[in-house]
């Protein structure tokens, strides 16, 4: 069966550095999310991309935070300087044109 | 938006019982609601969903009822086993494509043997 997969599963980074954590989605899918989850706490959206373009953000998705998709299979978060408050388990998740959207294993991020 | 509230936090129950967690939800525009199963350090993954259309939907020892009019759907697990141990969170939506869902605070499910 079909998973997304997430690379790196680990990524440690020093205050205001830039990270990419990359997404290849389920490869018949149409939209493409972000979510993150602070340790112990709920799954919260980031944004959501259909089309080649940022369909919906959240208030967390800030001028700090990019996506891209910059080929027909992978799907990337930017954060362009990072913060404490930026660690978090980073989920990517994606979706057919169905209403049930798949996550993938996530990746950890510690920011130093 | 959509507030979303789960309960109970935290649910300790014997093994072979059943567990209930309940969810209710603000926007009477949610037409889906499914629930999610989270291991710790796993990913969220999709357990069972139910439409607006239907009113129950069981698939072996798991089964989610809706009530919309009173805007909640619960979750209910017969003969509970050690490895239904998880965190248990619902994410009620609309449905459209370019929602992101909105997660409840999580269910902390614990089977006691």
């Known amino acids: 069966e079909p998973e997304v997969t997430q690379t790196p599963s680990h990524q440690v980074t020093q205050m205001g550095q830039e990270v990419i954590l990359r997404c290849v989605p389920i490869?018949?899918?149409?939209?493409f999310y972000w979510y993150r989850q602070i340790l112990g706490q709920k799954v919260e959206f980031l944004v959501s991309?259909?089309?080649?373009?940022?369909?919906?953000k959240s208030e967390i998705f800030d001028d700090q935070f990019s996506v891209e998709r910059p080929d027909g299979s992978n799907f990337t978060l930017k954060i362009r300087s990072t913060k404490l408050e930026d660690s978090a388990m980073y989920f990517c998740?994606?979706?057919?044109?169905?209403?049930?959207?798949?996550f993938g294993p996530g990746t950890r991020l510690t920011v130093l | 938006g959509e507030n979303v509230e789960q309960h109970p936090s935290t649910l300790s129950v014997q093994e072979g019982d059943s567990a209930v967690i309940k969810c209710t939800y603000s926007?009477?525009?949610?037409?889906?609601f499914p629930w999610y199963k989270q291991e710790l350090g796993k990913r969220p993954q999709l357990i069972i969903d139910?439409?607006?259309?239907?009113g129950e939907k069981k698939d072996q020892r798991i089964a989610v009822t809706l009530n919309k009019t009173a805007k909640h759907f619960s979750l209910h697990i017969t003969e509970t086993q050690p490895e239904d141990s998880a965190v248990y969170f619902c994410?009620?939506?609309?449905?459209?494509?370019?929602?992101?869902?909105?997660f409840g605070k999580g269910t902390h499910l614990i089977i006691q043997p």
């Open positions: 998740a994606s979706m057919a044109d169905t209403d049930t959207q798949y």
């Open positions: 490869s018949n899918h149409l939209y």
């Open positions: 991309f259909y089309n080649n373009e940022i369909s919906e």
């Open positions: 926007d009477s525009a949610s037409n889906y």
């Open positions: 139910i439409r607006s259309n239907v």
């Open positions: 994410a009620p939506n609309s449905g459209g494509g370019a929602d992101g869902l909105t």
